[in-house]
C-alpha cells in the first residue's frame, strides 16, 4: 500500500494539474466564444459549492467551485432561458453550425497546444534519462531471433530516433500495435564508455536488427514492454553499500547508516546489491544478522525486515533502504536530451501527435477487448502520478502536464454525447441534413453518454483502488 503520508502532496499536485488543464480547455471555449460575439454568462473551474467567484467588467461571472474535476463556460443559449430580443443576436443557438464548432473544438485544441509547449519547454530544459545500452537478450525471445547481442545501443525504431531507455518504451509500445515486424537500428559492440553520438554518425557501423512482433503478446503495459519482447537493458553491478535510509524504517531501527558496506548476511557473503536486496526479500518479518563495514570496522547488526505483498500476493521482506549510486553512472549510462527553441518546437510537435496516436491505439485495442481495462486511469492514479512527478522536477512535471493535457484533448474528441466530441458530432449531421437532431434524440444521446462516462469513471476509480491497495 502507499504511504500515505505522501497522499497530501499527491491531492496538491492533483488540484494543481488539473486545475492548469481544466482552465485552458475552458479558456479556449471562452476566448473563441467572445471572438465569434457570444455572449459568455459565466467560467467556471469545478463543479458544486463555489468556493471563490466575482463578476468582471466585462460582465463575465468567474467562479472556483469545489470539486476540480472539470469545468464549464456558460453562454447564453435560448435552450436555457429566456433571452431578450436585443441579445439574439449573442446566443450561442442563433450562432451558424460552423461557428458552433468552432466553439466546442477549441477547448480540445487549447490542450494540444498546451501539451506542445509543455513538451517544447521540457526539450529545451533538458530531458535526462537512461541510455538504451542493451545486455544479452531472454532467450526465446523475439529479440533473441531478431540477432540482438549484448554491447548493442538502440539508436532508432523504423526510423525515429531513440535516445533514452523511455523513448525505446514509447516507441515500442505505439509500433508494436501494428504486430508488424520492427527495424531497429543499433549500434554493435558499444562498451559503456563508447562515445555514442559521435559513432551513430558514422553510418558504416550501424546495423539494423528485426524484432518480430506478429505473435506477440498485448503490449500496452509500458512497465513490461521489455520483458515482453526479450531485450534486456545494460545493468550495472551496483555494490552492496548504503546510500540512503528511510526515516522509521527496520534499516534505521536496526541502526544501519548511509556509507555502510554490507559485507555477510546469515553467514554469505554479499556480492553486490542485488544479492543483498534477494536476502532482505526472503526474510518477511523473520530477523537475520548482518556484518557490516562503516568507517574501516566491522559490526554486526540484527536486522527484522517488514512485511510487503506483491501484486502476485506473494510476502518479501523490506528494510527502506537505497543504494549508494556508483560514481561513474553519470558518465557511462545517463544522457540528457536538449533541443534548442526551433528543435524543442517541432520535437514537442512531434511528440504530442505520437502521444495522442498512441492514446487513440490503447482506446481501440481495448474496446475491441485486445488491451486490458486496467489500463484505464482515474483521479487517484493521477493524483500519485502528479506528485510523484513534482518531486522529480520540473521536467517530469512538465511531461506530466503534457501527457495529461492531450489525452484530455483526445478523449474530449470521442465522438461521446456531453463531450465536446459528441456536440461536434450533432453539428455535422445538423450540416448535413440541413436542421439540427431533434431534442429527444439529443436527450437520448445524452443519457447514453452519461451513461458510458458513468461506467468509465467506475471502472477507472475501480483499477485507482485495485493500484492503490496493492
Not at 165 to 181: F, G
Request: hydrophobic share 45%; charged share 20%; with cysteine.
Amino acid at each position: 500500500m502507499s504511504n500515505l503520508l505522501n497522499w497530501p502532496s499527491y491531492l496538491l499536485a492533483l488540484i494543481v494539474t488539473l486545475g492548469v488543464l481544466i482552465t485552458v480547455h475552458e479558456f479556449g471555449h471562452f476566448w473563441v466564444a467572445r471572438k465569434l460575439k457570444v455572449k459568455v454568462l459565466k467560467f467556471s473551474i469545478g463543479f458544486g459549492r463555489p468556493l471563490w467567484q466575482r463578476r468582471g467588467r466585462d460582465g463575465v461571472e468567474y467562479v472556483i467551485a469545489a470539486l476540480p474535476l472539470g469545468g464549464y463556460v456558460k453562454m447564453l443559449d435560448e435552450r436555457e432561458g429566456e433571452v431578450q430580443p436585443e441579445e439574439l443576436p449573442r446566443a450561442f443557438n442563433r450562432q451558424p453550425v460552423r461557428s458552433r464548432i468552432a466553439i466546442v473544438l477549441a477547448g480540445p485544441l487549447c490542450n494540444f497546444l498546451f501539451a506542445i509547449f509543455a513538451f517544447g519547454l521540457m526539450f529545451m530544459i533538458g530531458v535526462s534519462g537512461i541510455r538504451p545500452l542493451l545486455d544479452e537478450p531472454k532467450p526465446g525471445s523475439p529479440a533473441a531471433a531478431g540477432g540482438f547481442q549484448k554491447g548493442d545501443l538502440i539508436v532508432s525504431i523504423d526510423g525515429k530516433p531513440t535516445p533514452t531507455l523511455s523513448a525505446v518504451r514509447l516507441v515500442l509500445v505505439d509500433r508494436t500495435m501494428s504486430e508488424e515486424a520492427l527495424q531497429v537500428e543499433v549500434l554493435p559492440e558499444c562498451a559503456i564508455e563508447c562515445d555514442a553520438d559521435r559513432s551513430a554518425q558514422d553510418r558504416s557501423r550501424l546495423r539494423t536488427r528485426t524484432l518480430d512482433m506478429r505473435n506477440a503478446p498485448d503490449l500496452t503495459d509500458v512497465a513490461s514492454i521489455f520483458d515482453s519482447v526479450g531485450l534486456t537493458p545494460w545493468r550495472l553491478v551496483w555494490p552492496a553499500v548504503i546510500g540512503q535510509v528511510t526515516s522509521g524504517s527496520a534499516a534505521e531501527r536496526a541502526g544501519l547508516q548511509a556509507g555502510d558496506r554490507i559485507v555477510l548476511a546469515e553467514g554469505e557473503p554479499v556480492a553486490d546489491w542485488q544479492h543483498w536486496r534477494s536476502i532482505i526479500e526472503r526474510h518477511p518479518g523473520k530477523s537475520f544478522r548482518a556484518r557490516i563495514e562503516r568507517n574501516g570496522t566491522e559490526q554486526t547488526l540484527e536486522l527484522v525486515p517488514e512485511i510487503r505483498e506483491t501484486k502476485q500476493g506473494k510476502q518479501i521482506g523490506f528494510i527502506g533502504v537505497s543504494p549508494e549510486e556508483p560514481k561513474d553512472l553519470a558518465r557511462s549510462l545517463r544522457i540528457v536530451v536538449r533541443y534548442g527553441p526551433l528543435e524543442a518546437v517541432d520535437a514537442a510537435i512531434g511528440e504530442t501527435l505520437d502521444m495522442s496516436l498512441l492514446t487513440l491505439r490503447v482506446l481501440g485495442r481495448m474496446l475491441a477487448g485486445r488491451a486490458s481495462l486496467e489500463n484505464l486511469s482515474g483521479p487517484l492514479t493521477i493524483a500519485q502520478f502528479a506528485g510523484q512527478a513534482a518531486n522529480a522536477g520540473i521536467t517530469a512535471f512538465l511531461q506530466m502536464l503534457a501527457v495529461v493535457s492531450l489525452s484530455l484533448g483526445v478523449l474530449n474528441l470521442l465522438p461521446v454525447p456531453v463531450l465536446d466530441g459528441g456536440h461536434v458530432l450533432y453539428y455535422l449531421i445538423e450540416l448535413i441534413k440541413g436542421s439540427p437532431l431533434s431534442e429527444a434524440v439529443q436527450n437520448l444521446g445524452q443519457q447514453v453518454g452519461i451513461a458510458v462516462l458513468l461506467l468509465l469513471m467506475g471502472l477507472a476509480l475501480f483499477n485507482d483502488f485495485s493500484r492503490l491497495l496493492g
